[in-house]
């Protein structure tokens, strides 16, 4: 179903109600000698068409301090996304900063392995139109991911391994390219991330692939939501600006311009 639908558990006990206040002003003021990589679109890039607008392909990541990527928190061609930083749990800007104390472990993890916590920070328009908003690539993560909005709306397009024969099969794909598939074990919830595929693989936008678009589950995600998607699900991810001019890092909502949307995500392993 093509069209968003509203998330079916907008209330986890997730505990990150402070992160509520984050705005680029408040992460400023908290982490500006941060640093963080950002990735960079190039706003005319040669290559895929329908990989063109996606972040995370292609793209360069630029190393700087959070407080100069946020000098131009509207443009909608910057993105602070997955950081990498090995060994830690916590991801820059939150690690080593005050923001940490703002998402706690999430009590309902109740003792699972807890990965990765990390910020996620861009510009985009309001208006929740597909293909108008920031997007990534289609995608698998190899441990179970909680993503909570904290400004803006994001929209995610999910697919159940088990829909890897139907959707990811031959002739899925760009340009008539051929993509192939095989599983390793009989655990479908892994079985995806052993998934062969054409290089070109995920540079497919299931927002406007109509055999994707299709066959995916769409879900809104608005502020104060949280999402869980489970480990080995292919996503995409589109995330759009917040919309209260009141807020700031919102303003020229109403005109159409980018705004900012902020989101944290936790990865982790459920037994």
């Given at each position: 179903n093509p069209n968003p639908k509203p998330n079916p558990n907008p209330n986890p006990k997730v505990g990150w109600g402070a992160a509520s206040?984050?705005?680029?002003?408040?992460l400023r003021e908290r982490a500006s000698g941060?640093?963080?990589?950002?990735?960079?679109?190039?706003?005319?890039?040669?290559?895929l068409e329908s990989a063109l607008d996606l972040f995370g392909y292609a793209l360069q990541r630029r190393l700087t301090t959070l407080g100069l990527a946020?000098?131009?928190?509207?443009?909608?061609?910057?993105?602070l996304a997955t950081q990498g930083l090995k060994g830690h749990v916590y991801q820059p800007p939150l690690a080593g900063t005050s923001l940490k104390a703002d998402v706690p472990p999430p009590p309902f993890l109740n003792g699972w392995p807890l990965r990765t916590v990390?910020?996620?920070?861009?510009?985009?328009?309001?208006?929740?139109?597909?293909?108008?908003?920031?997007?990534?690539?289609?995608?698998?993560?190899?441990?179970?991911?909680?993503?909570?909005?904290?400004a803006g709306t994001k929209v995610f397009y999910l697919f159940a391994p088990e829909a890897a024969i139907p959707t990811f099969g031959e002739r899925v794909g760009l340009a008539g390219g051929v993509h192939r598939y095989r599983y390793a074990g009989s655990d479908a919830a892994h079985a995806a991330q052993n998934l062969i595929l054409g290089?070109?693989?995920?540079?497919?936008?299931?927002?406007?692939?109509?055999?994707?678009?299709?066959?995916a589950a769409?879900?809104?995600?608005?502020?104060?939501?949280c999402i869980v998607i489970p480990r080995?699900?292919?996503?995409?991810?589109?995330?759009?600006?917040?919309?209260?001019?009141?807020?700031?890092?919102?303003?020229?909502?109403?005109?159409?311009?980018?705004?900012?949307h902020i989101a944290v995500n936790a990865w982790f392993d459920a037994p």
């Open positions: 206040a984050w705005t680029p002003a408040v941060s640093y963080v990589y950002v990735m960079e679109r190039d706003p005319h890039p040669l290559g946020l000098r131009n928190a509207s443009n909608p061609n910057r993105y990390g910020l996620w920070l861009g510009a985009a328009p309001v208006a929740a139109v597909p293909g108008a908003g920031a997007a990534s690539r289609l995608h698998h993560d190899a441990h179970d991911n909680l993503n909570c909005v904290v290089e070109h693989f995920s540079g497919v936008d299931a927002r406007r692939n109509a055999v994707f678009r299709d066959a769409v879900i809104a995600v608005a502020e104060g939501e080995g699900f292919f996503h995409q991810v589109e995330s759009f600006g917040c919309a209260d001019e009141r807020r700031e890092g919102c303003a020229g909502a109403a005109a159409g311009d980018p705004t900012t």
